[in-house]
């Protein structure tokens, strides 16, 4: 079973404008992380923003933010004031067994939502 | 800030040859990990090694061997080099929650 989920293939988005980016996640570990990577047409992974499953706010990273709705079992991405240079793949990633300070552990990834922005 | 770095960052390779790839992890940190990206996929998870002791092992080939030195950066070997091994080889390093990936190698196996 796929343990990260993608739905969209492609996403556009007008310049300035907010966009969300869905990925919904399955597992029955009650520690984990959710992050969120961005990878440019020159193939680099950037590191966006984390969430841990204990985390009771949203995290937010500049114009990047995470919906995390743990009951829906979803971290959506919120990019706002969309820019030219937004336009990218964007990985969902997940990391079980997160036990929260020094954590680590093998990243699954969600297949990608290519984001479009238009000016 | 420092990055995690990766050498080379580009690879071309004969079949049934052999590649080292090299990543230096951003210092301090304790955790590396290796990911393969095929054409149009996402990252898969190969092997990651915590204080230089092997820490996990993903769908990694038995063609394939990685270690972790005494100064923290590791290095991936591959032999007998296949059509299929052509990808972008992403090194990762981490310390507490965010995981920094490096630019990445791409080898391209002829």
């Known amino acids: 079973a796929q343990k990260i989920t993608q739905t969209q293939p492609g996403m556009f988005v007008q310049e300035k404008e907010a966009v969300t980016l869905d990925c919904t996640y399955d597992?029955?570990?009650?520690?984990?992380?959710l992050f969120w990577y961005k990878q440019p047409s020159s193939g680099e992974m950037i590191f966006l923003i984390y969430?841990?499953?204990?985390?009771?706010q949203n995290a937010t990273e500049g114009r990047y933010s995470l919906n995390f709705q743990k009951a829906r079992k979803s971290a959506n991405l919120v990019i706002s004031a969309s820019q030219l240079g937004d336009s990218a793949m964007y990985f969902c990633?997940?990391?079980?067994?997160?036990?929260?300070?020094?954590?680590?552990?093998?990243?699954?990834f969600g297949q990608g939502t290519i984001l479009t922005v238009h000016p | 800030a420092a990055g995690v770095i990766q050498s080379p960052r580009h690879l071309i390779k004969e079949k049934r040859e052999t590649a080292t790839l090299k990543c230096y992890p951003i210092?301090?940190?304790?955790?590396v990990y290796w990911y393969q990206q095929g054409p149009g996929q996402d990252p898969q998870f190969l092997i990651s090694?915590?204080?230089?002791?092997?820490?996990d092992k993903g769908s990694i080939p038995d063609r394939f061997s990685a270690q972790q030195f005494s100064d923290y950066h590791s290095e991936l070997n591959m032999s007998s080099l296949e059509l299929g091994d052509s990808a972008l080889y992403f090194c990762?390093?981490?310390?507490?929650?965010?995981?920094?990936f490096g630019p990445g190698t791409r080898l391209t196996v002829l």
């Open positions: 990762a390093s981490s310390l507490y929650n965010e995981q920094f």
């Open positions: 597992t029955s570990d009650p520690s984990y992380g």
């Open positions: 969430q841990g499953s204990y985390d009771q």
């Open positions: 990633a997940m990391r079980e067994g997160d036990a929260g300070g020094t954590s680590y552990g093998k990243l699954t």
């Open positions: 210092p301090r940190h304790d955790t």
């Open positions: 090694f915590y204080e230089k002791m092997q820490s």
